[in-house]
């Protein structure tokens, strides 16, 4: 342990799992910008592309609440240094099916679905970290970095993927995806520790701070925890964010799925000018998650979590409702990248109270509970990456935003029966301190 001085080490862990984000964002979404090479090459359909985000989701969401539980378990060091080597493999897998196979589509989707597997610890393994390390009043802050790598790694994704396409074609996007995943696992792994104790270079003095802000401590090493089914099952509160969540899910995977080949198909613009207009609601979205984490630990620490946590959920969670059904009417499509950009961030300003609200409630079993509820999100997800380009071929565009549109308007009104202080189970003593 560190000896003098007040060390920072968990905001320098915090902005690794930030990387960490980036790099997962970049390889889950790198598929929607080379989709469209992807579907020359294999004379594929928008509606069969779709299948490769709807497999993905599919065993993302499966394996949420499993890989929380595991990251309960094992801890987020090994998990998440694990899950990054995982999800690098199946990325340089997407590259390798062969152009000329009569199967191409299953071995697409078996390979997306695997590495929505490996992908399904992130979260959960990153909350079970901001349970362990993270003081309750920092949880919002720290939230708002680690999600702001999803706008990051989405929003540098279309000049990147369309950049190195262009030069090399859309596999070598891929290899390089996977091998920067591979650094960024290493360094993990050689930088991170389970607990605040463990860790050679925190001081006495983070060391203390942090644990006169844990409100739940962390699972017990070595020892499988037995999350409390029934509670947590039975729990309105629990249910009320996964719900939220999957509307959450349903909006954001349509930006992640669809927006780029929406402006190139829809909107007339071109490969390169859609990819920097595609960047837009990706940066709304770092921007307003670390907006909302910051708003939401001020108003938490003034008025308390109700208002910090549910409010700036439900305020954020309406807004996008509005905004999105406003810009999906707008005729240029400058102007309708900007309004529906800012209703993604928006939808983002909301994202940090999810994961602190069921840090709080769930303490040990952070990974597992949000594990839970981040699986409403991906069924969403998986619903709208199927169903999106069946409505907009059938109904018109339009129509598809404002399905999204209604779902956030129920998933905002969702937060005014969540009580962030309903704890699932009675605080244990911290492991250490």
């Known amino acids: 342990m560190a ?12 902005f690794w799992i930030f990387v960490i984000s980036v790099v997962a964002f ?48 094992l801890g987020p060091r090994r998990v998440l240094a694990g899950a990054v080597v995982w999800w690098g493999l199946f990325t340089a897998l997407t590259a390798a099916v062969p152009a000329g196979t009569g199967h191409a589509l299953a071995l697409f989707a078996g390979v997306r679905f695997l590495l929505g597997v490996g ?23 720290a939230n708002g970095w680690i999600f702001a790598g999803v706008g990051v790694g989405s929003g540098i994704t279309p000049p990147l993927i369309t950049a190195v396409t262009l030069r090399a074609g859309w596999r070598w996007s891929f290899w390089i995806s996977a091998a920067l995943g591979m650094v960024v696992g290493i360094v993990w792994w050689a930088i991170a520790r389970d607990q605040p104790a463990e860790h050679p270079r925190v001081s006495a003095a983070e060391l203390e701070e942090i644990a006169a802000g844990l409100t739940l401590g962390g699972a017990v090493p070595g ?12 729990s309105r509160d629990v249910l009320a964010i996964t719900l939220s969540y999957f509307s959450y899910g349903y909006t954001a995977w349509i930006f992640f799925s669809w927006f780029f080949i929406y402006l190139a198909r829809v909107r007339g613009l071109n490969l390169r000018t859609s990819s920097y207009y595609a960047m837009l609601p990706f940066l709304a979205m770092a921007v307003g998650c670390y907006a909302g984490g910051w708003l939401s630990d001020v108003l938490t620490r003034r008025y308390g979590k109700r208002v910090g946590r549910c409010g700036v959920a439900g305020l954020g969670i309406g807004l996008c409702a509005v905004l999105i059904a406003v810009g999906a009417r707008v005729a240029g499509p400058a102007a309708a990248s900007l309004v529906l950009a800012g209703g993604v ?25 949000s594990g839970i509820m981040n699986m409403g999100a991906q069924f969403g997800g998986a619903l709208t990456a199927f169903l999106t380009p069946m409505m907009a071929e059938r109904f018109g565009w339009t129509a598809s935003f404002m399905v999204a549109a209604a779902c956030c308007a129920a998933g905002s009104l969702l937060w005014l029966v969540v009580n962030p202080d309903r704890r699932l189970v009675r605080p244990p003593e911290p492991a250490w301190g």
């Open 3 to 14: 000896a003098g001085g007040r060390s920072r080490i968990r905001w320098l862990l915090v």
């Open 26 to 73: 970049l390889d889950r979404t790198n598929v929607a910008i080379a989709g469209i090479d992807i579907m020359k090459e294999y004379r594929l359909t928008n509606t069969e592309l779709g299948l490769f985000s709807t497999a993905f989701l599919l065993g993302y969401a499966l394996s949420q609440a499993p890989g929380g539980w595991l990251a309960d378990w």
């Open 119 to 141: 992908e399904a610890v992130m979260y959960p393994a990153s909350n079970q970290f901001v349970a362990r390390w993270i003081p309750s009043h920092e949880r919002g802050l």
């Open 223 to 234: 020892r499988a925890p037995r999350p409390p089914w029934r509670k947590i099952f039975r």
């Open 345 to 369: 961030g928006a939808l983002y300003l909301a994202q940090s109270s999810f994961w602190a609200v069921t840090a709080d409630l769930a303490g040990e079993f952070s990974g597992t509970v």
